[in-house]
């Protein structure tokens, strides 16, 4: 079965702190992987997408990279603010439409 | 362009009644998604159609769902009857060929 597994499953950082989160998968074939924010109450939106032959992507202050070999990717937070409080959801395309999700990691970030 | 627009956004039913949810793809999209969201499971793919045709709906859960898409503007999701266990959050997203699928804000569903 394709898997995708997040860690940690939450962290709390303090604003203007740094942060990385780690995402595992087992999809295959693989096609995309995508880093996803979700708001509370709000349906997830794309931060950075990566195919196979990416190893780094970067939105602002979201900085993806991916180890198509190990089939590890992580996502790194600079500078955060308390806006970057939400989940955060690894996703993994196959050949098809039908994405694999990670849990999620929730962050808090604190003043 | 709006978005995706789901309505109603929140739903509080009692258990045996029957609940649709109703889903605005993005105008030109030709793929639309149903998830389902819960805090035990994350995000799950009911079904998807591409071109107002169901491709795919093994993750519908049981015969009390079901999907249709009448139109390339007009999608419904059905639970009838409801049970508490349907008790989540529904996302319809939609994409257009190989692109990001954009997500609506959801609706929250509460079975009593």
């Known amino acids: 079965k394709n898997q995708v597994e997040q860690s940690p499953q939450s962290l709390i950082i303090l604003e203007g702190k740094n942060c990385t989160l780690q995402?595992?998968?087992?999809?295959?074939?693989?096609?995309?992987l995508r880093w996803y924010k979700q708001d509370t109450g709000r349906g997830p939106v794309s931060l950075t997408i990566?195919?196979?032959?990416?190893n780094t992507k970067s939105n602002g202050r979201y900085t993806a990279t991916l180890d198509a070999d190990t089939k590890q990717s992580s996502l790194h937070i600079t500078a955060s603010q308390l806006s970057d409080s939400a989940s955060y959801i690894c996703?993994?395309?196959?050949?098809?439409?039908?994405?694999?999700f990670g849990a999620g990691t929730t962050v808090t970030v604190r003043a | 362009d709006a978005g995706v627009i789901q309505s109603p956004r929140h739903e509080v039913t009692e258990m045996g009644q029957e609940v649709t949810l109703r889903c605005k793809p993005i105008?030109?999209?030709?793929?639309l998604f149903w998830y389902r969201q819960t805090m035990m499971r994350g995000l799950e793919l009911l079904i998807y159609f591409n071109n107002n045709v169901p491709i795919d709906d093994s993750g519908m859960p049981e015969d009390r769902f079901s999907a249709k898409m009448p139109n390339a503007s007009f999608s419904t999701l059905k639970i009838q009857p409801s049970e508490p266990r349907d008790s989540a959050v529904y996302f319809c997203a939609s994409l257009q060929g190989n692109n990001e699928q954009f997500f609506g804000p959801g609706t929250r569903l509460t079975v009593l």
């Open positions: 990566m195919t196979f032959s990416e």
């Open positions: 996703v993994v395309r196959p050949n098809d439409y039908k994405l694999s």
């Open positions: 995402c595992n998968y087992t999809v295959s074939p693989f096609s995309n």
């Open positions: 105008s030109g999209h030709d793929y």
